[in-house]
């Protein structure tokens, strides 16, 4: 089997270098290791971090690329690779055009969302994080069950996708107005799922993933899945091929112009997680479990260096887990139920030790050595705003205790024996979260002090959408874990993808782009969507640079 170019990965990276690099006109084929396209995307948010994108300018939001690249600079700090950053600033806006231009991938201006550190200079309250339009699965007509399926504990309850769109019916329900959007959505659900075996709404990350995928089926790329890279082949010191598996044999497969790793990162790697993962046996990943390092471990075998040390080797996530009987293990990423008034986190002294809403809580839960850790609410809040698998509505709170997944206790003292906490550590905390609640402020850990807080707390309760007090029992507890959304090591690469060696020079007919490529940030993202979003535009300048 001979291309112009072979990519490792179908994520929004490999699609992405793929779409391009086809549209340059060259023969190219995409290895999928997994039986389903989609890779991490297909589970993700989808959001992608683009400053001064067309979208911001249509809407007259006021921003700079200036602004953006000294503010991504001063976060990521004296680590910072100035170049990259640089490319990603620059290439963003011309990808997102390109794409609305060549595919049928396109974004929205997603809600507000403010940038992580509205502390540092540059930071912005809005205008900068793009969300995946939603998507026809039926479009993908008999190739649509090829696409990867939304995980039913995190993105689609019970398969029914929800998008971020969709969140102020929610908020308004059971209003007329916010009934009949979702009751449209819910009957449209039921009627797919009867006909096709799944929902054909596609949101968030599985709507990119869908959208690209059409893309790369139009352009006519050749699309292998369950087709895992076995090594990259190397002739004179360059990299022409791989050998993989396809269609169960093992096949060498040239690549004139070279080979784009994206394969995804190594979250389901065990030795790799001990080397750079705290409380490692512990860790709960909530990305596929064939993100096993194949693309990192291929080109370090091939000469390729590891990028330099980062701040953190993941974007951490909070995770709870469930093992179902059918042995599947649910992993909840706690998003938005401990951002929510009465909810808290303890230690095994029955103490809060960080802000719950805080998008760095894992960090909290690694500084403290509180791991694992419980996250608290009575039923009135767990119905209202649910609380890791218990959805909001509380109907599955009985199975879920059944289970063992959640603790509850008609009163504190009681749910602390069955957690395993101090008793009296919890009273005296929840006496100190209700004094605080009843002046609005935490006085602790300033949970809902800043607008990121804020964005996912609930602003219908006054004075802070993020604090309030515990209320009267029964009470629950969910035990959580520090999880991750995506590690952050990788191969060292220069500002055209390029993967580079040992000797500092890149590795002929080697790039790679998203998880397989160390953290443009250092592992200290500026924002929301500055996963998916460089994914997408190291992809794109890796397929145009292979192009060139």
């Given at each position: 089997m001979q291309y112009d170019v072979v990519v490792m990965g179908s994520g929004a990276a490999g699609l992405t270098a793929a779409l391009v690099a086809a549209k340059a006109g060259n023969k190219v084929a995409v290895l999928e290791k997994a039986s389903q396209f989609g890779g991490t995307t297909a589970i993700s948010g989808g959001g992608i971090w683009i400053p001064s994108s067309p979208q911001a300018e249509a809407a007259g939001i006021d921003d700079s690329k200036a602004e953006a690249l000294a503010y991504a600079l001063a976060v990521v700090g004296n680590r910072a690779e100035r170049a990259l950053i640089e490319a990603y600033i620059e290439t963003g806006p011309e990808m997102v055009e390109w794409l609305d231009a060549n595919s049928s991938v396109n974004f929205l201006l997603s809600p507000p969302s403010s940038d992580w550190y509205p502390e540092v200079a540059g930071a912005a309250h809005e205008g900068r994080l793009l969300a995946p339009t939603e998507f026809d699965g039926k479009q993908l007509g008999k190739d649509f069950n090829r696409l990867s399926r939304p995980r039913e504990e995190f993105n689609a309850p019970g398969g029914m996708m929800i998008d971020l769109f969709d969140l102020p019916y929610i908020e308004r329900l059971p209003a007329p107005g916010a009934l009949w959007h979702m009751a449209k959505i819910a009957i449209r659900f039921a009627l797919d799922k009867k006909k096709l075996g799944r929902g054909s709404r596609l949101t968030m990350g599985t709507a990119l993933a869908g959208r690209l995928f059409r893309s790369a089926l139009d352009a006519g790329i050749d699309l292998y899945e369950s087709a895992?890279?076995?090594?990259?082949?190397?002739?004179?010191?360059?990299?022409?091929?791989?050998?993989?598996?396809?269609?169960?044999?093992?096949?060498?497969?040239?690549?004139?112009?070279?080979?784009?790793?994206?394969?995804?990162?190594?979250?389901?790697?065990?030795?790799?997680?001990?080397?750079?993962?705290?409380?490692?046996?512990?860790?709960?990943?909530?990305?596929p479990y064939d993100n096993t390092g194949d693309g990192?471990?291929?080109?370090?075998?091939?000469?390729?260096?590891?990028?330099?040390?980062?701040?953190?080797?993941?974007?951490?996530?909070?995770?709870?887990?469930?093992t179902r009987s059918d042995g599947y293990v649910e992993r909840f990423a706690h998003l938005m139920d401990m951002s929510k008034p009465g909810c808290i986190a303890v230690n095994k002294s029955g103490q809060r030790f960080g802000n719950e809403a805080s998008v760095h809580f894992v960090e909290a839960m690694h500084a403290t050595g509180t791991v694992p850790a419980h996250i608290i609410s009575n039923a009135k809040n767990v119905k209202k705003y649910g609380l890791g698998l218990a959805l909001p509505g509380g109907g599955k709170i009985k199975e879920l205790v059944a289970s063992g997944y959640m603790k509850t206790g008609k009163t504190l003292a009681e749910l602390a024996a069955q957690i395993g906490v101090d008793g009296a550590g919890l009273e005296a905390t929840v006496a100190e979260v209700n004094a605080d609640a009843a002046l609005g402020r935490d006085s602790k850990f300033g949970k809902g002090d800043t607008l990121i807080d804020q964005e996912i707390g609930d602003p219908k309760h006054a004075p802070n959408p993020c604090f309030g007090p515990m209320g009267e029992g029964p009470y629950y507890a969910v035990e959580i874990f520090p999880g991750d959304g995506s590690t952050t090591v990788g191969v060292k690469i220069d500002a055209k993808c390029r993967v580079m060696g040992e000797d500092g020079q890149p590795i002929p007919g080697l790039w790679a782009a998203g998880l397989d490529a160390n953290s443009i940030w250092q592992g200290k993202s500026p924002a929301h969507g500055c996963n998916v979003g460089p994914a997408m535009v190291t992809g794109f300048i890796a397929g145009r640079s292979i192009s060139s």
């Open positions: 895992p890279v076995e090594s990259l082949i190397q002739t004179d010191g360059r990299v022409t091929g791989v050998r993989a598996t396809v269609n169960g044999v093992s096949t060498a497969i040239g690549a004139t112009k070279g080979v784009v790793l994206a394969s995804g990162g190594f979250s389901a790697n065990e030795e790799m997680r001990k080397a750079y993962i705290p409380y490692a046996e512990n860790h709960v990943s909530i990305l990192i471990n291929a080109a370090t075998a091939s000469g390729a260096a590891m990028g330099a040390e980062n701040h953190v080797n993941a974007v951490w996530a909070v995770v709870s887990k469930r």
